[in-house]
């Protein structure tokens, strides 16, 4: 079998990606599939003239500047009404911890937390019920 190229799945450092094509509004999922969430915005840093991507954001806070109108403001306004503990900044995975780059972005999700209010109600409502802690079946 020949091929062509890098695995189409794997990050290539160093190559240039369309925001808009290959990040944006992408299922992020760790290294066994399951998802996590979605790429909302990135995180861009300047340098030697240019824009790099240092982190995927995600989240409310960072889908609701990319949202115009009534929507966007609708968004920003229950995220400030939901958001539990920090600074209301989106969250953010470091491109470091980013694996591939396919029709998912592939992400080392070890001590990864992008959903506080989900961690919250997890840890404080729902894990809290009986037979919470063991599988189904």
């Keep these: 079998m020949t091929t062509h190229g890098p695995d189409p799945h794997e990050r290539v450092q160093g190559h240039a990606y369309s925001a808009r094509f290959h990040l944006l509004d992408r299922q992020v999922v760790a290294g066994d599939g399951t998802p996590i969430c979605k790429v909302d915005d990135l995180e861009l840093t300047g340098r030697d003239g240019r824009l790099y991507a240092t982190a ?3 989240g409310p806070a960072a ?3 990319r949202l115009r109108g009534r929507l966007g403001r609708l968004v920003a306004a229950a995220h400030r009404r ?3 503990g920090g600074d209301g900044a989106p969250p953010r995975i470091p491109l470091e911890r980013v694996r591939g780059i396919g029709a998912a972005v ?3 999700a070890r001590d990864l937390r ?3 209010l989900e961690d919250w109600c997890r840890d404080n409502v729902v894990g809290r019920l009986p037979g919470a802690r063991h599988a189904a079946g």
């Design 56 to 58: 995927v954001l995600v």
């Design 114 to 116: 992008v959903h506080a």
């Design 63 to 65: 889908l609701a500047p």
């Design 82 to 84: 939901l958001v539990v």
């Design 106 to 108: 592939t992400v080392d």
